[in-house]
């Protein structure tokens, strides 16, 4: 038996373990170890071990990882998002569909704060849900908008999927951090047309608010809503500009979420606490995996199963788009029952040689990458976002109903899709603009 085949069948165990709930660091990890010491020797295993993991996290751009799960845990904790929400409705909660226009806008700027679409996830069916309720909003519709324009925060800097991405890659997180703006804000805007002209075509779905502002009112919303885009313009226009680098954008954030909320007495010493272990948790958690990575990654190596993919893939005369078509429809269909992460840990080391290969831009794939796996996010039966909706709300709706309320949103996600695999200077035009960053 060839090594080639060998790691396909501990390709095959770490999927078929991840299917019954182990968790992906230990699915790769085990699969990665034993398929090494069957293709090489128990020495040789152990030589890899020594070595390995530790190069796996001795990384500088893995410490951006703590820090912006620190600043999003601030600026949960400290209720910076609450005040978006509240500047944005205040310009479009009177239009059609306005409510869930605003949550679609608030959880954009939430993701310059956080980069989880979970996190916005709960965090807008807090704030949004009662007030589109309130107003006579259908339940599912409102619960399914939340769900879909949480995912917007995955694109938006800084998104953990970038970072991660940039990880397993090997490229600029500076890069690929900047290069989801525009198609956030693209995202952003689409979906708030399908709102609003389904709001239009069938006004019970979300009938028009009865609330009035002031231009005051408006004025003084939006200034309450400062903190936010103080910290938006320290990470994306400190990395862009060229001012900070990936990390140090993280650390200054951080810091600056930290003061914010403490300056405005709405982080107690609890929230601080838990803000910490969290952080810890998660951070412990991504490095746990990071490590599982590399062993399953080395064992890709050593099989040559990547090189031989590689060369199949480029034998079978398919252009660089059906390529990405391909890769795009296998991360859609994984993400109906694999969650992001998962799937980015177990399926790039097998795709980006692949990319290498046939000379696509990696930031321009690391984009259309994580469009496609925030869909996953959203589409039954797993739906990660979905779920968090439906927890938050309780018994109001079923998480039936809140998949069926969100499938009209898939068409502008979809559609985003298509517009940057046809277009990637969309995503390319910012980071190939950067100051300071080659």
């Known amino acids: ?15 078929v373990l991840l299917i019954l709930g182990v968790h992906i660091g230990l699915c790769l990890a085990l699969a990665g170890t034993l398929g ?24 500088y751009s893995l410490s951006v990882v703590p820090l912006f799960i620190l600043m999003g845990m601030f600026s949960l904790k400290g209720g910076i998002s609450e005040g978006t929400y509240k500047a944005v409705n205040s310009w479009v909660g009177r239009f059609r569909g306005g409510l869930g226009i605003a949550t679609t806008w608030a959880c954009t700027a939430f993701g310059a704060t956080s ?28 619960c399914g908008l939340i769900a879909t324009a949480s995912t917007i925060a995955m694109l938006i800097p800084p998104s953990l999927y970038m970072v991660i991405y940039g990880m397993l890659a090997e490229e600029s997180i500076a ?32 009938p028009r608010a009865a609330i009035s502002f002031s231009w005051k009112e408006r004025m003084v919303y939006s200034a309450k809503a400062w903190p936010i885009f103080l910290l938006a313009l320290i990470i994306i226009g400190g990395i ?9 954008a993280a650390a200054v954030s951080a810091f600056a979420s930290l003061v914010i909320t403490i300056a ?14 969290e952080t810890v948790y998660t951070s412990t958690t991504i490095t746990f995996v990071l490590i599982g990575a590399a062993m399953f990654s080395r064992l890709l190596t050593i099989s040559g199963l990547t090189f031989w993919l590689g060369q199949f893939v480029l034998n079978m005369g398919l252009s660089s788009a059906g390529v990405i078509i391909i890769i795009m429809v296998i991360f859609i269909i994984l993400g109906t029952f694999i969650d992001a ?30 469009v496609a796996l925030n869909l996953g996010t959203v589409t039954p039966p797993f739906g990660l ?24 949103m898939y068409v502008p996600v979809l559609g985003i899709l298509v517009i940057l695999a046809v277009f990637p200077q969309i995503s390319l035009v910012l980071p190939n603009t950067m100051i300071g960053v080659r």
């Open 115 to 142: 980069g989880s679409s979970v996190a916005a996830a709960s965090v807008f069916t807090k704030v949004s849900y009662p007030e589109m309720r309130k107003a006579g909003y259908e339940l599912n519709f409102s």
């Open 240 to 248: 862009y500009s060229g001012i900070f680098s990936a990390t140090e």
């Open 341 to 370: 992460l998962s799937i980015m840990f177990i399926a790039l080391p097998v795709f980006i040689p692949i990319i290498k290969a046939m000379d696509i831009n990696l930031i321009y794939f690391g984009v259309l990458t994580t």
């Open 1 to 15: 038996m060839g090594p080639e085949i060998i790691a396909l069948l501990f390709f095959a165990l770490a999927f």
């Open 385 to 408: 976002c979905v779920y968090m909706v439906k927890a938050v709300v309780g018994e109001d709706v079923t998480a039936e109903g809140v998949f069926k309320g969100a499938v009209p």
């Open 36 to 59: 090494i010491m069957v293709i090489t020797s128990f020495d040789g295993l152990i030589g890899i071990l020594k070595t390995t993991p530790y190069h796996a996290i001795a990384e």
């Open 264 to 277: 405005q007495r709405k982080l107690s010493w609890g929230d601080f606490l838990v803000s910490l272990r």
């Open 175 to 206: 890069k690929l951090l900047i290069a989801g703006l525009l198609p956030g804000l693209l995202q952003a805007v689409t979906l708030s047309l399908m709102i609003f002209f389904m709001a239009l075509r069938n006004p019970k779905l979300a």
